[in-house]
Nanobody, 124 residues
Framework: QVQLEESGGGLVQAGGSLRLSCAAS????????MGWFRQAPGKEREFVAS????????SYRGSMKGRFTISRDNAKNMVYLQMNSLKSEDTAVYYC?????????????????WGQGTQVTVSS
């Protein structure tokens, strides 16, 4: 079992930045690829970014490339999502997820463990 807890969400103006953190506990997080997903009201959960076990390979949703950066610190069992140039359409609940695979994919149902989510609200 892996427990995930997100933090760092909040209210920010358009153009601003936030850094989300995901603290993992239980089994060693380095055994898992990690992903960030988000869900806005009335919309389906969507892929944001993923990172492989070692942290040297990442993948992003097209609209996030160049604005968001996913990273991990396996020694601290932490995963991060740096979000810059935020837009109102980035408003959503952001979830951290873990999958016991070399690299996380874009399909949320393939992930094994999930955090409770953290709210990000971007005001225009």
């Amino acid at each position: 079992q892996v427990q995930l807890e997100e933090s760092g969400g909040g209210l920010v103006q358009a153009g601003g930045s936030l850094r989300l953190s995901c603290a993992a506990s239980g089994r060693t997080v380095s055994n898992y690829a990690m992903g960030w997903f988000r869900q806005a009201p009335g919309k389906e959960r969507e892929f944001v970014a993923s990172i492989n076990r070692s942290g040297d390979s990442t993948s992003y949703r097209g609209s996030m490339k160049g604005r968001f950066t996913i990273s991990r610190d396996n020694a601290k069992n932490m995963v991060y999502l740096q979000m810059n140039s935020l837009k109102s359409e980035d408003t959503a609940v952001y979830y951290c997820a873990a999958v016991q695979a070399g690299m996380g994919g874009r399909i949320w149902s393939l992930y094994d463990y999930w955090g409770q989510g953290t709210q990000v609200t971007v005001s225009s």
